[in-house]
C-alpha cells in the first residue's frame, strides 16, 4: 500500500510549524477554557485576517463546528435549507438535527453547489405552525464535489438569503483551498460575501485538529459560547488549539498548505488527460478529484492505493491531495492508473 494516501486530506500528518507551535505552548500553566494568552491572540489574529469583529470560538471537530454554527442561530421550530450531499446532511450521522432539534431540508444541486432558483421552491407561504420555518442556508465551499462558488456567486446568494430574511452558513473544512484557488483573502471570501457564520477548518490543511466559527453577523446570535459548552466542543486546554491557528495564520501559511494541495490535483489532472477510459466528472477546482475508472481498475487500483470508491453504481472514484503530497505521488499515481487500464485491456 502506498504510505500516500488519496482517500482524503485528513490522512496526512501536521505540519512541522503547527507541531512547533504546540510545543511552544507547552510551557507551564495557563487559565484553561479559553481564558489564556494563546486563545487571545488567535482570535484577534483571526479577526484581523476576515476583516471583522467577528465572535470567534475554537473547536476541535468539524461536526462540531457546523453543530455549533447552525444551532447558534436556530430554534426547534425552524430549518436549515442545504444540498442533498451537503457534509452536514450526508456525513454526519444526523448530529445537527438531533442537536438542533429542528429539520434539515436537502435540496438539489450541481456537483454540490446551490443558487436562488433551488431555494426559492422553499421560501412560499407555507401553512403557519404546521411547518418548520426556514430560517438558514448553509453551502459548502468548495463542495463536496470540491467545486467552487466564486465571490460573485457566494455574494448574490447572500444577497439573495437576506432579502428573504434568512441568514448564510458556509461549512469552511477546506475553505482555505477555496481561497486559495481563487487567489483572494479570507476576507475577500467570508464577510465580505456577505457570509454571516463560517465554520472554518484547519484539521485538513495540516494542522493537528483545530476548527473555528467566525460568526460575523453578531445580531444574529446571542450567547454563542454557551452554545458551543453544550455541544462539548469547549476545549480545556484550548491553547493547544489556539497556537496551532496562530501558526496557521502567520505569513499565510494555510495558503501555501492548500496551494500545494490544490496545485498536485491540477498536476494530476494534466497526468490523467491522455489515459483512455477515464474522465473527470466534474471541475477540479481544488485538490478534490472524482474520476470515472472501469471498476475493475479501481478495484486493482485500490490494492496499492488508499482511496474511496465515491459511487459504486457510476464507478466514480474520489482523490483527494494534500498539503504533503509530492509530484513523485502524482506521477506513481497516474502512471499505476495508465498501466493497470492498459494491462486489463479497459
Given at each position: 500500500m502506498n504510505e500516500r494516501a488519496f482517500a482524503s486530506d485528513n490522512a496526512s500528518g501536521v505540519h512541522p510549524r503547527v507541531l512547533a507551535a504546540i510545543a511552544a505552548a507547552?510551557?507551564?500553566?495557563?487559565?484553561a477554557y479559553g481564558d489564556d494568552p494563546w486563545t487571545a491572540r488567535a482570535s484577534a489574529a483571526l479577526c484581523e485576517a476576515f476583516n471583522s469583529d467577528a465572535e470567534v470560538l475554537f473547536c476541535f471537530g468539524g461536526t462540531g463546528a457546523n453543530v455549533i454554527s447552525l444551532a447558534a442561530v436556530t430554534r426547534p421550530h425552524e430549518a436549515v435549507l442545504c444540498a442533498d450531499s451537503a457534509h452536514v446532511w450526508s456525513s454526519e450521522c444526523a448530529a445537527p438535527e438531533r442537536f438542533l432539534g429542528g429539520k434539515l431540508i436537502p435540496i438539489a444541486h450541481q456537483f454540490g453547489k446551490i443558487s436562488s432558483a433551488?431555494?426559492?421552491?422553499y421560501l412560499g407561504p407555507g401553512r403557519g405552525v404546521h411547518h418548520t420555518r426556514p430560517r438558514v442556508v448553509t453551502v459548502t465551499q468548495p463542495t463536496e464535489y470540491g467545486v467552487l462558488y466564486s465571490r460573485e456567486e457566494l455574494r448574490e446568494l447572500a444577497d439573495f438569503v437576506h432579502q428573504h430574511g434568512l441568514l448564510l452558513h458556509v461549512d469552511g473544512a477546506?475553505?482555505?483551498?477555496?481561497?486559495?484557488?481563487?487567489?483572494?483573502?479570507?476576507?475577500?471570501?467570508g464577510p465580505e460575501c456577505g457570509v454571516d457564520i463560517l465554520s472554518f477548518g484547519g484539521t485538513k490543511n495540516g494542522l493537528l485538529g483545530g476548527e473555528?466559527?467566525?460568526?460575523?453577523?453578531?445580531?444574529?446570535?446571542?450567547?454563542?459560547?454557551?452554545?458551543?459548552?453544550?455541544?462539548?466542543?469547549?476545549?480545556?486546554?484550548?491553547?493547544?488549539?489556539?497556537?496551532?491557528?496562530?501558526?496557521?495564520l502567520e505569513d499565510e501559511l494555510w495558503r501555501t498548505l492548500a496551494s500545494q494541495a490544490n496545485q498536485m490535483a491540477s498536476l494530476l489532472v494534466t497526468h490523467c488527460t491522455d489515459i483512455d477510459g477515464l474522465d473527470f466528472i466534474c471541475p477540479v477546482d481544488c485538490n478534490m478529484l472524482f474520476p470515472r475508472l472501469p471498476q475493475p481498475v479501481i478495484t486493482e487500483l485500490q490494492k496499492s492505493f488508499y482511496f474511496y470508491t465515491w459511487d459504486e453504481q457510476e464507478s466514480i472514484a474520489r482523490w483527494i491531495t494534500s498539503f504533503d503530497t509530492t509530484e513523485t505521488?502524482?506521477?506513481?499515481?497516474?502512471?499505476?492508473?495508465?498501466?493497470i487500464i492498459s494491462a486489463l485491456g479497459h
Open positions: 507547552n510551557q507551564g500553566h495557563t487559565p433551488e431555494i426559492t421552491p477546506r475553505f482555505a483551498n477555496a481561497a486559495a484557488a481563487l487567489g483572494c483573502t479570507l476576507a475577500e471570501l473555528a466559527v467566525l460568526i460575523f453577523n453578531r445580531a444574529a446570535t446571542l450567547h454563542a459560547d454557551y452554545t458551543r459548552k453544550q455541544a462539548m466542543q469547549l476545549a480545556s486546554k484550548m491553547r493547544f488549539i489556539s497556537a496551532q491557528f496562530l501558526a496557521y505521488d502524482v506521477l506513481e499515481l497516474s502512471s499505476a492508473v495508465a498501466r
